[in-house]
């Protein structure tokens, strides 16, 4: 064997810190996954590989009640904010310089991602129980619109992304070949941009799971959702079933993140 | 193309019809997100400034009567029998543990970042982006799930203390759980990715070449990382402390599992003011600090890069 | 739409383009006025940025003129949009759809147009042997080379039948060997399906070679428009003469001009006759350019030209001598190689250059 070639990338000690930053990333959620398959009451042991803690938790009325509520929020949430933020990615793209105030879209648009989550809570809760009083309308509305705001910016990327990277002649070729602008976006940059659209469903909707502290600051008595559940139940003595709720969220967390990262990688 | 001395000023230099009516086409398809935007995100935001110089009402709320004594109590007590003012402590300590706790955050991050976007930015291209995948996985998993896998880890029975004590090193389990160290781990845990994503995109950029100048003019590794890695992915490093830093001062969840009701955070007494403390006004007040400390941040960095590019571009 | 009874000419008139506005503006194009009759090719010969690529688009119709009109047979067709326009494009970069086969793609513009699913059907079927594609027709464009999608491009383009074809530099993309066999291809397509061609290069020889007529740009002007036999062998200007071919410039006194020539002298005090580009009449005395091609040029024992071989560089074909005149000027002559090795002067030879009649011109500067 010949000497190694020396090699201009590598640097001192980068490699063991990456592993050690992946070992902390994934040990975690590894035990987290493993000890929701314990028979024991308690982490402190292993007492031998059981379904039990799944049992009870897919069991447990409440938790089917706000995870069957996670995902309606979710699956509205998400579906307004794509809608909203295709058309909005339209608006902003495909042209060669910027209009006028479209600066100051992308600062609206991207605003939740600036502002801390705790403060749009604060917000909210305030604006919402004024309307709550104003109007009487107690129902799971407040929680839609609040996450459909959230996830709009989440929504946008991806889409905004497609288009950037969409030939715009593509579009100038249909109309030179006879296409209306409505059937050209019907037939050319509709199709192209399902991808990306996809994607910002996704995006959305794994968004609007993950948010916790709007819903915790804007929910009505009875409107848990189940990351506010969880939140509640961790101030309890801690069973395996958490462990069990856990890792199914995970599950379905992972099935829509990985689709996203495949439809993101489709070539444009 | 030759430029015109003079251009003309009639109505048909560069047709300004069409894009008009481009404009208005465009803001008419932009304008149901920026409504739910305003309804359900920024304008509020703006009730909140209101609430802040208002009176507390008895049951949570509001009572419509003008009142500096929300901010006044954001930074500052009144005693109650002599009526002495003095600085707000409490408050302040939970502002200085803050940021302290985000600046840790920050750097442990960066110590972790650095070198796993390197990594990453390193390895073959058509696999960086299943390492990146990797770094985001947890990022998409439930901020109350990621926080309850590190509470699982190191609290008296977790991982670490079990570990430990069957190894001998430890008899007593050590006291990890509620403490400023967990919301530390905690929150770098979780906003890790955060700091990755950043660093990997400069990274990435990077000419190699530029490396292999550094070492052919006879530099060592430590001196190329210093003279000609760190400045030319400094964008990357900025906007990755700015990414990890605000949420980090802003963070609710992980300080209210991992430092166990005792060691609060700036999100935990903005709660606090909205639930037990019923102080609507200095809870707003307190939500518009975090805001502004938030936004001197976003200043700073939108500072930082700016210069950069100016540097960049002549 | 496609099919228009009357059949006639692309003119545009007076036609001016400015982008920007105040400090900024750019006059892309200057008050161009050209006559395109039916069922010829014509091309837009120019450097990049000269306002070809700009007048496409406009008779496109991605483009709105500032001011100025196009017409298509007679009507004004500035105010139709793109998909209004009996007029198809194939692009640079041939923007074909890839979501779509290469059947749905040059089926396109007859499906937009509403046309019946058998009509469709037939044309692509046609299509597709006109550019030899058959084979390749349910493959997306992403499964076929270059070459082969230049060929759907045109396809896509010619199967509506336009009245005009506009070609925005289709073949920039291919290789050297692929581009020949294109210039072919599209003469000959253009023969057999009797459209107009509208086609933009910026590479003169492309351009010599396929054209029926061409109109030289650049600044957003109209240089010139001929035959290429006209382009390349009476230039109007410096800057047609410089930018077709190779060029010899030089200068020289106007002893008498007599129509369509006119006696000159040069420094060397020899005097030749040389041609005039319509519309120059100089008088004796003026101070004029003159150009003359390498190959027109040859080296001699005794002529109007001497000076000193600096350099001979080996073509192949023909190997180019590199004489520094007693001027000071510098003069390339192209010499033909042939099979007999003839004794070519060398680098520090003084040498003699003969220029026969008719090979010298006067240009505009």
């Known amino acids: 064997m010949g000497k190694r070639n020396f090699s201009v990338a590598s640097l001192p000690g980068f490699g063991t810190i990456a592993i050690i930053t992946f070992i902390f990333l994934y040990l975690p959620i590894v035990t987290l996954v493993v000890y929701s398959f314990n028979e024991a009451a308690s982490m402190s042991r292993w007492e031998g590989f059981s379904l039990r803690w799944y049992e009870a938790a897919l069991a447990n009325r409440q938790v089917q009640d706000v995870s069957i509520r996670s995902l309606v929020i979710a699956g509205w949430a998400a579906t307004l904010a794509t809608i909203l933020a295709t058309m909005a990615a339209l608006a902003t793209t495909r042209n060669e310089r910027r209009f006028p105030g479209q600066t100051m879209i992308y600062a609206l648009i991207n605003q939740p991602l600036m502002v801390p989550e705790i403060v749009t809570g604060v917000a909210l809760l305030i604006f919402f129980a004024m309307i709550k009083i104003a109007t009487g309308y107690q129902g799971l509305g407040y929680l839609i619109a609040a996450h459909t705001a959230f996830c709009i910016p989440f929504a946008y990327l991806p889409i905004r992304a497609r288009l950037e990277t969409m030939d715009l002649t593509l579009e100038r070729a249909a109309a030179d070949l006879y296409a209306t602008p409505l059937q050209a976006f019907r037939h050319v940059t509709l199709p192209l941009l399902v991808p990306g659209i996809l994607a910002g469903f996704m995006l959305g909707f794994v968004t609007s799971l993950d948010t916790v502290v709007i819903t915790e600051f804007v929910k009505s008595a009875g409107q848990d959702t189940l990351p506010t559940y969880m939140l509640g139940q961790l101030r309890r003595v801690v069973t395996p079933e958490m462990n069990a709720i856990s890792t199914l969220f995970l599950l379905l967390s992972l099935i829509a993140v990985t689709v996203f990262f495949l439809l993101s990688r489709k070539k444009a | 193309m030759s430029a015109v001395e003079m251009a003309p000023h009639g109505a048909d230099t560069d047709k300004p019809k069409a894009p008009r009516g481009d404009i208005a086409w465009r803001w008419g398809l932009v304008a149901p997100a920026l409504i739910v935007l305003l309804l359900a995100a920024s304008g509020p935001l703006l009730i909140v400034l209101v609430y802040s110089f208002l009176t507390p009402g008895n049951f949570g709320g509001v009572i419509r009567e003008f009142s500096t004594d929300g901010w006044f109590q954001v930074f500052f007590t009144r005693d109650i029998f002599d009526e002495t003012v003095g600085p707000a402590t409490a408050h302040l300590d939970i502002f200085r543990r803050s940021i302290t706790l985000a600046l840790y955050t920050t750097v442990f991050a960066a110590v972790l970042g650095f070198p796993t976007a390197w990594f990453i930015a390193t390895r073959a291209p058509d696999v960086r982006p299943i390492w990146l995948f990797l770094v985001t996985i947890p990022f998409w998993t439930n901020l109350v799930i990621r926080t309850f896998a590190i509470q699982e880890v190191i609290r008296n029975e977790g991982l670490v203390n079990t570990i430990l004590r069957s190894l001998g090193i430890i008899s007593a389990p050590i006291q990890m759980l509620y403490t400023d160290f967990a919301i530390m781990l905690g929150m770098a845990y979780v906003f890790l990715p955060l700091m990755v994503l950043p660093l990997y995109a400069s990274m990435e950029k990077l000419d190699f070449k530029l490396l292999e100048a550094g070492y052919d003019l006879y530099a060592t590794r430590l001196k190329v990382l210093w003279h000609i890695v760190l400045p030319l992915v400094k964008p990357g490093f900025i906007a990755g402390s700015i990414l990890v830093f605000i949420p980090a001062i802003g963070a609710y969840v992980t300080p209210r599992i991992l430092g166990g009701g005792r060691n609060l955070m700036l999100g935990n007494l903005i709660e606090l003011q909205f639930g037990q403390g019923r102080n609507w006004p200095l809870g707003s007040a307190l939500a518009l600090t975090l805001l502004v400390i938030v936004v001197a941040a976003l200043m700073v960095y939108i500072r930082a890069t700016s210069r950069e590019e100016g540097r960049r571009h002549g | ?365």
């Open chain 3, 1 to 365: 739409m496609p099919s228009s009874t009357t059949r006639s000419d692309i003119e545009i008139d007076q036609l001016s383009k400015v982008f920007g506005s105040g400090d900024d503006a750019v006059r892309a194009l200057d008050a161009v006025s050209l006559t395109i009759p039916e069922n010829e090719f014509f091309t837009l010969l120019g450097p990049s940025g000269c306002g070809k690529t700009t007048l496409l688009r406009m008779i496109a119709g991605f483009e709105q003129p500032s001011s100025g009109a196009i017409r298509l047979g007679g009507s004004d067709i500035a105010d139709l949009p793109p998909n209004k326009r009996p007029v198809n494009t194939v692009f640079q970069s041939y923007a074909l759809f890839p979501h779509m086969t290469v059947a749905q793609n040059i089926g396109f513009a007859l499906k937009m147009l509403g046309r019946p699913k058998a009509e469709i059907e037939a044309t692509v079927a046609e299509m597709l042997k006109l550019v030899k594609m058959e084979p390749m027709a349910n493959r997306k464009p992403s499964q076929i080379s270059g070459g082969q999608q230049q060929r759907v491009a045109l396809a896509r383009a010619l199967a509506p039948r336009p009245r005009v074809l506009l070609l925005d530099e289709p073949l920039s993309a291919l290789d050297l060997k692929l581009r020949k066999e294109m210039q072919v291809e599209l003469k000959r397509l253009q023969g057999e399906t009797g459209i107009t061609f509208v086609f933009v290069t910026h590479d003169q020889e492309e351009a010599l070679t396929m054209s029926d007529r061409i109109a030289v740009m650049s600044a957003g002007k109209v240089r010139q428009v001929g035959t290429p036999r006209e382009i390349y062998n009476h230039p109007a200007d410096r800057f047609v003469a410089d930018f077709i071919g190779d060029t010899n410039f030089l200068t020289a006194t106007v002893e008498k001009a007599n129509g369509a020539t006119a006696r000159v002298r040069l420094p060397s005090g020899h005097q030749l006759d040389a041609g005039l580009p319509t519309g120059l009449s100089p008088v004796s005395g003026d101070e004029v350019t003159l150009v003359t091609r390498p190959e027109h040029a040859r080296l001699a024992t005794e002529g109007p030209l001497k000076g000193t071989v600096e350099n001979a560089v080996y073509f192949g074909t023909d190997t180019h001598i590199h004489v520094r005149l007693d001027t000071g000027d510098l003069f390339i002559l192209r010499n033909q190689n042939t099979t007999s090795a003839a004794a070519l002067p060398e680098k520090g030879d003084p040498v003699a250059i003969a220029i026969p009649d008719g090979a010298v011109r006067i240009v505009r500067s």
